[in-house]
Nanobody
Framework: QVQLVESGGGLVQAGGSLRLSCATS????????MGWFRQAPGKEREFVAA????????HYADSVKDRFTVSRDNAKNTVYLQMNSLKPEDTAVYYC????????????????WGQGTQVTVSS
């Protein structure tokens, strides 16, 4: 039984901030690279951010670079996504995912997914 549970989503005004969390039941959490994806209504799922198992390297989609920060706490088996300067186009369901590689940007290459948390940014 592997569980990834996202939390921290909600409604925020443009320019505001949210911090998403993804708690996992992965007993070897530190062995996994972690990623964040999002999917807006009527659109394909897209890559947002990824972080290596060590937390030493990160990668971001151009659309969120310089605004979002991904981090992880291996002691808590949890990955975070700090989202600043939010825009209405950031509105989507956000998913965290785990893989046995690192810095993967293609969702098909991930091994586990959470159920998502809704982020809505009003103008």
């Amino acid at each position: 039984q592997v569980q990834l549970v996202e939390s921290g989503g909600g409604l925020v005004q443009a320019g505001g901030s949210l911090r998403l969390s993804c708690a996992t039941s992965l007993r070897t959490f530190s062995s996994y690279g972690m990623g964040w994806f999002r999917q807006a209504p009527g659109k394909e799922r897209e890559f947002v951010a990824a972080i290596t198992w060590s937390g030493g390297s990160t990668h971001y989609a151009d659309s969120v670079k310089d605004r979002f920060t991904v981090s992880r706490d291996n002691a808590k088996n949890t990955v975070y996504l700090q989202m600043n300067s939010l825009k209405p186009e950031d509105t989507a369901v956000y998913y965290c995912a785990a893989n046995l590689g690192s810095l993967r940007v293609v969702w098909e290459e991930y091994d586990y997914w959470g159920q998502g948390t809704q982020v809505t940014v009003s103008s």
